[in-house]
């Protein structure tokens, strides 16, 4: 009769295969190199946080370090917030924010289906997504999250055009549409084949 795959296994893995197998725990530093990466950006996101409060209530200071962040270099001198400033400000805050999302879907996501289970069924803190992530579905939503964080970037672009040439705002825009393409591409080979282990199914 044969075995039931579900059936956990009890002897142990012959030494060779066991290397092999346990190599997967050299990603581990790389995880954790990105949880250290996280936490500069939740201390850069406070630092900016910061300056804007600051700016709002008048502080030229601030308002010049945000300037300096964001690369706006208007005609005249800025001395006080404007709505383009504090527009460029919040979408460099919203970058942020979905690079670390994106930070947060490799980490969690990564360590999950490529080193070891983080045993979360049951806890009400698990997130919705990563019931069902697996390589195939942890490849589209970060190809959808770097087009997210395209978007915003060509935005701020937009917004800040006058400090661009022609060429830099063309080459964002064609670099964006190669990341749509290219998410399309991947999201339309998994459909396939999705589509395809479920007929042999």
Known sequence: MP???QTP????????PAIIFASR?????????LIVAQAVYVVHFLVELTHLVQAA???QYALDALIASIGYRPEAPVTSLNETVIMLVVLALIDV????NLLIMVIVGGYETF???????????????LSHVNASVLKVKLGLSIIGISSIHLLKTFIN????TDRVLIAQT????AFLLSAMAIAFTEKLMTSADRERH
Do not use: C, K
């Open 161 to 164: 055009a006058d400090n661009y």
């Open 97 to 100: 924010v979905m690079i670390s």
């Open 115 to 129: 080193v070891s289970r983080l045993d979360l069924q049951g806890h009400p803190d698990q997130p919705e997504w």
């Open 57 to 59: 209530f008048g502080s």
């Open 25 to 33: 725990w050299l990603q581990l530093p790389l995880y954790l190199g």
């Open 3 to 5: 075995s039931n795959p």
């Open 9 to 16: 296994r009890t002897s142990p893995l012959r030494p060779l």
């Open 174 to 177: 064609a670099i964006h549409i």
